[in-house]
């Protein structure tokens, strides 16, 4: 897999955010990132399916072709990611973890139980309903998610079919659990909150890639907006998302095919001031032809990424000061 270089330079503002463990690559973290206290803007990025560090053992368990792990990442999005932060001093997170031994973007309870080997009963708390997990309403969509293939951990793709040679152990997926998924939405958590608390509002930005979509009788979406359907962002940042974009000439979906995931589900909470969206990105956008490498068009996406962080940071930050006014007019 290439390796692509850090594209975020040294700041004295900023300090390095990371932490977990990828079990199988010994000082490697799981994510990484930076943060500036305070925040210059009250926007965080994250991209959960960036991650391209693959231990041995889990390349070893592969039944498909390597390249085939290039369909689950979302392809150097991590890339889009840290020059927009160089850009605009928004903090982030990336995960380095790969997609492919635990999907950050699922919940703990999306797992296909079928293909685990040695699973105790009952099982552990770490599976229960909790910040990390789901209530009772969201098992049905997890389980769905879990037959198709893409839970927690990813078992199958279309056209490919089974991506291991056998069962995972109960253990090792618990391993990944607490090694990578917790800590990895505890520090976004975390991150999003601080921001939060300093400017009344904050919006996390959830970016992925994807395939290009059908046209449909007209232009094909270049951007899928996701907001679980209104639940997880306020609308007038929505609209003002949906204007920026217009006005570059963006075709953009709203919810469909991608609503958003569990990133979402965990994070936002509109009530306290916490918003968040998922933003799909037509990975031909900014990739070459083999969707492997840096296209011709990464540095035209990376800008107008940068404009529209910028755009939405203003709204937040108006966002927080009418929050805060409020709050001070209730005291």
Same mark, same amino acid.
């Given at each position: ?12 503002? +900023? ?52 390249? !085939? ?22 903090? @982030?997170?990336?995960? &380095? ?10 919940? !703990? ?6 293909? $685990? ?13 909790? $910040? @990390? ?7 049905? %969509? ?32 618990? $391993?990944?659990?607490?090694?990578? %998924? &917790? ?10 909150? &601080? !921001? ?18 059908? /046209? ?6 270049? @951007? ?7 639940? /997880? ?5 929505? /609209?003002?998302? @949906?204007?920026?974009? /217009? ?11 991608? +609503? ?17 969206? &998922? ?12 969707? +492997? ?19 939405? +940071? ?6 927080? $000061? ?10």
């Amino acid at each position: 897999m290439t390796v692509i270089p850090d594209l975020v330079g040294d700041s004295h503002a +900023a300090k390095p955010v990371q932490g977990g463990v990828i079990p199988g690559l010994p000082g490697v973290a799981a994510f990484r990132g930076r943060a500036a206290d305070p925040a210059s803007i009250p926007v965080v990025l994250a991209a959960p399916h960036g991650g391209r560090h693959y231990p041995d053992d889990v390349l070893a368990a592969l039944r498909a072709p390597d390249h !085939v792990l290039l369909r689950l990442e979302d392809r150097l999005v991590d890339c889009l990611v840290q020059a927009v932060a160089r850009e605009t001093g928004a903090p @982030f997170i990336i995960a &380095q973890a790969p997609r492919a031994m635990i999907d950050l973007n699922r919940a !703990v309870a999306d797992v296909d139980w079928d293909m $685990r080997a040695h699973v105790p009963r009952p099982l552990p708390h770490v599976f229960g309903a909790n $910040r @990390f997990g789901v209530g009772a309403a969201h098992h049905g %969509h997890a389980a769905h998610r879990a037959r198709s293939g893409l839970g927690l951990v990813p078992r199958r793709l279309p056209g490919t079919g089974e991506l291991w040679k056998g069962r995972l152990d109960y253990a090792e997926l618990d $391993r990944r659990v607490s090694l990578i %998924h &917790q800590p990895y939405h505890t520090a976004l958590g975390s991150l999003v909150e &601080q !921001v939060q608390s300093q400017w009344g509002a904050a919006l996390l930005i959830d970016l992925h890639s994807m395939p290009p979509l059908p /046209a449909n009788g007209g232009a094909a979406a270049q @951007f899928v907006i996701g907001d679980r359907f209104g639940t /997880a962002c306020d609308g007038e940042l929505i /609209a003002s998302l @949906f204007a920026y974009l /217009a006005s570059a000439r963006c075709p953009v979906a709203h919810n469909r095919p991608y +609503a958003g995931g569990f990133v979402l589900d965990c994070h936002a909470r509109r009530s306290a001031g916490i918003h968040a969206v &998922q933003i799909e990105i037509d990975r031909t956008a900014y990739l070459d032809g083999t969707l +492997a490498e840096p296209g011709p068009g990464f540095d035209a996406v990376v800008a107008l990424l940068v404009a529209m962080v910028r755009r939405l +940071a203003d709204d937040v930050a108006a966002l927080g $000061r009418e929050r805060l006014r409020w709050r001070t007019a209730a005291e």
